[in-house]
T-cell receptor
Framework: QKEVEQNSGPLSVPEGAIASLNCTYS??????FFWYRQYSGKSPELIMS????GDKEDGRFTAQLNKASQYVSLLIRDSQPSDSATYLC???????????????FGQGTILTVHP | DADVTQTPRNRITKTGKRIMLECSQT?????MYWYRQDPGLGLRLIYY???????NKGEISDGYSVSRQAQAKFSLSLESAIPNQTALYFC?????????????FGSGTRLTVV
């Protein structure tokens, strides 16, 4: 079982719709969760971080965390064609009780927003 | 100037050659990381370092070595390149010991081994 799993997609949504991206993780001790956006050929860019159960909103983006279910999601409201990218879920890794700041990434979900 | 700079941006090399990828940062972060990205496999950790004297292997360190020359510089070497090391390589830095602040990535090095 992979440590961080995402549906690779592609996920296609119409412009203006809500895009929902999902991620599950296996390490119950994980404490920090991140969503990165990566345009083709570019480096990942941090768009959201979440550390506590519940929702965290930033503009059109909402991250949701459920530690009991080991599940983190990203909602993008009013999706735009410029949101078309690969979205990477990342979870901090615990080794021997210390995270060392390492992040484990999912394989990414390709999102396409069509006009 | 970019906070995290990787050189070269693109490189084509032959099988068996030694190659070094360089990373420098102006963020003042202690923690630095090297990842490789392959289609469908996401980002996989090669090596990471917390300071000049602390270097650790990641999940796919075989065939690679690193050097932390200074707090701001972290280099990745392929001692004898092979075609399955063809990938996009990223250097990243972070400030927090729990990754609380996320990573700042460099622009990446696209390496092709022929």
């Amino acid at each position: 079982q992979k440590e961080v799993e995402q549906n690779s997609g592609p996920l296609s949504v119409p412009e203006g719709a809500i895009a929902s991206l999902n991620c599950t993780y296996s390490d119950r001790g994980s404490q920090s969760f991140f969503w990165y956006r990566q345009y083709s050929g570019k480096s990942p860019e941090l768009i959201m971080s979440i550390y506590s159960n519940g929702d965290k909103e930033d503009g059109r983006f909402t991250a949701q965390l459920n530690k009991a279910s080991q599940y983190v999601s990203l909602l993008i409201r009013d999706s735009q064609p410029s949101d078309s990218a690969t979205y990477l879920c990342a979870v901090n890794s615990i080794a021997g009780g210390t995270s060392y700041g390492k992040l484990t990434f999912g394989q990414g979900t390709i999102l396409t927003v069509h006009p | 100037d970019a906070d995290v700079t990787q050189t070269p941006r693109n490189r084509i090399t032959k099988t068996g050659k030694r190659i070094m990828l360089e990373c420098s940062q102006t963020k003042g972060h202690d923690r630095m990381y090297w990842y490789r990205q392959d289609p469908g496999l996401g980002l996989r950790l090669i090596y990471y370092s917390f300071d000049v004297k602390d270097i650790n292997k990641g999940e796919i360190s075989d065939g690679y070595s690193v050097s932390r020359q200074a707090q701001a510089k972290f280099s990745l070497s392929l001692e004898s390149a092979i075609p399955n090391q063809t990938a996009l390589y990223f250097c990243a830095t972070s400030a927090g010991d729990r990754g609380d602040y996320g990573y700042t990535f460099g622009s990446g090095t696209r390496l092709t081994v022929v």
